[in-house]
């Protein structure tokens, strides 16, 4: 299976920071990874699908792009609505994981 | 709009076995067009992909879930379930349902139900 390597697994950040998180697959998965938000005891939101594509309704100021095998969730000026867990999925071939998680706190 | 919805039993007891359905409205589970699956999160954990079938087939279980985990599909009813055998305390946690498209594009989930192992 495709394991996925996420990191940080914990960052502190102020509002107005940018932000950025990293999702690194085991081996090629083209575009096939998605970005997803979950807020404490709320149900993930996906954010962005097929790499780069920002969901419908989703602010502008999340983006996601894709270098080889390495792929990044960017958030441009952090809000306080933002603060919240970020995972990575990767859905290539027959295999879907998750990355661990990475918790953006106020700093 | 797709919608999903988590039913079962709240508390299951060590060794037994753990079922699950997940009700759909406004799509079909015979879809060629729709991914259907199982997630949990266990509490204060990451999220766990448990299985995802396609078109009737299951197209992916989690290894280290393989051997306890059976997911099928009952169209008749618009359901699918999953069933979990010889749990643990380890596998107490909120379950989803999830459906997608091939990109995820379309993402849909339940709102989840914890199921707690526990005598």
């Known amino acids: 299976d495709v394991q996925v390597t996420q990191s940080p697994s914990v960052m502190s950040a102020s509002v107005g920071d940018r932000v950025t998180i990293t999702c690194r697959a085991s081996r090629d998965i083209r575009n096939e990874l998605a970005w997803f938000q979950q807020k404490s005891g709320k149900v993930p939101k996906c954010l962005i699908y097929a790499a780069s594509n920002l969901q419908s309704g989703v602010p502008s100021r999340f983006s996601g792009s894709a270098a080889g095998t390495e792929f990044t969730l960017t958030i441009s000026s952090l809000q306080p609505e933002d603060f919240a867990t970020y995972y990575c999925?990767?859905?290539?071939?027959?295999?879907?994981?998750f990355g661990r998680g990475t918790k953006v706190d106020i700093k | 709009q797709v919608q999903l919805r988590e039913s079962g039993p709240g508390l299951v007891e060590p060794s037994a076995t753990l079922s699950l359905t997940c009700s759909v409205s406004g799509a079909f589970v015979n879809s060629n067009r729709l991914y259907w699956g199982w997630i949990r999160q266990s509490p204060g954990k990451g999220l766990e992909y448990i299985g995802t079938f396609f078109n009737s087939a299951s197209i992916y279980s989690n290894p280290s879930l393989r051997s306890r985990a059976t997911m099928s599909i009952d169209t008749s009813k618009n359901q699918f379930s999953l069933e979990m055998t010889s749990v643990t305390a380890a596998d107490t946690a909120v379950y989803y349902c999830?459906?997608?498209?091939?990109?995820?594009?379309?993402?849909?989930w339940g709102q989840g139900i914890l199921v707690t192992v526990s005598s």
């Open positions: 999925l990767q859905h290539n071939d027959h295999s879907w994981t």
């Open positions: 999830a459906t997608q498209n091939w990109n995820l594009e379309e993402n849909y």
